[in-house]
């Protein structure tokens, strides 16, 4: 599955993009009516901020205690209720005179079930195309969430304008409403993954699970660590160029729209096997010219050049399924997906903290230094396993010791073997 018409000609694979889309826009819309509510009920540019992006923090609740239920409930049935209940919270944060603690406890309520949520969709997708296709319906995936965030900003902008913030929340809840209706009706019904019932003594033994092979914990981090201190210099964007913010964040943008079409539909195996380490310094060097205080023009450019970097994380995605076994597949994407998010808001705010004590400028740079510091301590390893010895094969054959499964597939480790720690 290399081109976006196979992709799209997949089974199921068009409702569970628009059930996506939807969500994202409805988060997106959400989001900005939220600050501004809470901006001019407090006045505090800190709560205003918190309000925005602190249920990304709040991914780490679910991830401790959730996310065994990715693989153990079934995924149709887990969409629409998810959906649902954002619907609710979000209308719920309409309610006029809501006091703000409450209106936080529903963030911490929201985040920490968007974990799940990570955990289930992307497990989903794995079903929905093949083993092949993951990289390329991932990319697409990316790429429709950062035009909608950018589509869903700009229209709840006007949205707070012409209808309120509470006006612009319930526009948001009729968004995940649609998206609840659209998972629903466009795809089918199907069986969990793996048997018994969550909890969260599951959950944590499915984390060290996860976490004990020393293959996917340089993966995990590699994904979470210099992703998150990148994020990092982007919220930094505004206090260092107040007036081009947002010609950043579009440049940032677009370039992250190149990788991820590049990555997705453009690069055969065997560069995406040979470009993931070169990728991953791309991500944060070009940010260390903003220790010169660069002018706008080089500032664009940097930041634009650096954001095709984000697309190693696809390549590592894929990596980590390889890793993987099936019954563990929608946990695993869930820890990513959270703690990526987790690690960006912890991004967030080491970076703002630095600005404060120095200048955005030099914060940003520091972050740079920081992430390729990370990359360089993870490169050994991520490098790419040469193919095993020959072993005999069934009927006498010959096969390569850690090659491909009898179906063809990539064979994960086994548990608790020699890689594990």
Known sequence: MRTYRELFAAPEFTPFFLTGTLQVAAQAVSGLALGTLIYAATGSPLLSALSMFGPSLAQVVGATVLLSAADRVPPRAAMCALALFSALGTAVQAVPGLPVPAVFAVLLVLGATASLGGGVRYGLLNEIVARDGYLLGRSVLNMSAGATQICGYAVGGLLVTALSPRGTLLTAAALHLAAAAVARLGLRRRPPRAAGRPSVAETWRGNARLWSSVPRRYVYLALWVPNGLIVGCESLFVPY??????????????????????????????????????????????????????????????????SVGFSAGLLLQERLMALTPDELSGHALGLHSSGLLTMQGVGAALAGAVAQCTSPATAMAVMAAASVAVTLALAPGLRPEKPGPEVPGPGGGRSKAGGLSPTGRPKAPAEGGAQEA
């Open 241 to 306: 160029a107040p007036g081009h913010a947002g010609l950043l964040l579009a440049c940032a943008a677009l370039g992250m729209l190149v990788g991820d079409t590049l990555a997705g539909r453009f690069l055969p195996p065997w560069w995406r096997e040979r470009l993931g380490a070169p990728l991953r310094l791309l991500l944060a060097a070009p940010y260390l010219v903003f220790a010169v205080q660069p002018a706008l023009p080089l500032a664009v450019a940097a930041v634009g050049l650096a």
